[in-house]
């Protein structure tokens, strides 16, 4: 049994049988909207309101008008559950959140519990989905999957080069850096120092200083755009030719606006970019018209959104039973292209590519 102001209020809603001009459906997302990763917050809060509002031209889910919530987490797992049980009190029935998984993951417990179906948009730990529960879902990768990808990259693109591979402590950083370093040895390689660093400083020169001693040829780095941008910057003040490699939070341009031309050359891995599928051109353009650059995680919260939205239809209802069963059984037309989801809440859709950044922008990189 579900103990929710959200479930009270979707049961009172089809028990009533209001229309659509006497009820709406409130949903939500939420992630660092404020703090050092904002930028991705951003990118959720737009695709949110557009899926949104999209959607609501169309004469909404089940012909009711869609409401929007935002929360604000900053990354903090405290703040994410507060920001849980905010939503839960305001009758949000479906979350399209939150983004960094150590937010996502104690968040969940919340949704769970209070009958709230969530799809994260970023969130990439496996421990979300295998601990989550039954209404935990996601439209991106996972660690494992990702760390499969870069750790058989190293192995072999970078074969007798000296590695190393660091992490910031997070859920999100040490969770990818170790997947990677696995498979990193499953595939034949060796990292020369594993290291792990404090997240939000400011100077690296010491981690720096070390590599240099260590002659990295290949820098691996688990963890947020930020601190990578500081890193490449120092280790190129240091004269360092060093190629920096990580994973999906490189995408966004806050990246090579801290980096500049000192960026050239990053590699990362990301899911295959949905502005390239002619499904979303559409969308793409739409935004583009609005001056939002749909990149990073806008399109993966406007398809998390999609995707509820079409299981909610399917389902007759928004009740989270029926919505979760809808969501594991059906495959979705989004602009991520067309998905569906595991017994896990895991999405099924193509994996991890790897990208570069060149002049201020990534794309896919060819090798």
Known sequence: MFKTKALASALLIGALGMTSAQAEIRIATAGPMTGQYASFGQQMKAGAEQAVADINAKGGVLGQKLVLEIGDDACDPKQAVAVANQMVNKGVVFMAGHFCSGSSIPASKVYEEEGVVMISPASTNPKLTEEGGDLVFRVCGRDDQQGMVAGKFLATKFKGKNIAIIHDKTAYGKGLADETRKYLHKFGGKEKL?????????????????????????????????????????????????????????????FWSITGKDGEGT?????????????????????????????????????????????????????PDKVK??????????VLGKIGFDK????????????????????????
């Open 194 to 254: 594993y290291e792990a660093i404090t997240a939000g400083e400011k100077d690296y020169s010491a981690l720096v200083s070390k590599l240099k001693r260590n002659k990295i040829d290949v820098l691996y780095l688990g963890g947020y755009h930020t601190e990578a941008g500081l890193i490449i910057r120092q280790m190129r003040q240091q004269g360092m030719k060093t190629v920096l490699v990580s994973g999906d939070a490189l995408v966004t341009d806050e």
């Open 344 to 367: 896990k809440g895991d999405v099924t859709a193509p994996g991890y590519v790897f990208y570069v950044w060149k002049d201020g922008k990534y794309d896919y990189y060819k090798d």
């Open 267 to 319: 590699l990362m891995t990301f899911s295959p970019d949905p502005r390239k599928n002619p499904d979303a051109a559409p969308v793409v353009k739409e935004f583009r018209a609005k001056g939002i650059e749909p990149e990073g995680y806008v399109l993966y919260t406007y398809g998390a959104i999609q995707a509820w939205a079409q299981a909610a239809e399917k389902a007759g209802s928004t009740n």
């Open 325 to 334: 069963k809808a969501l594991r059984n059906g495959k979705f037309n989004t």
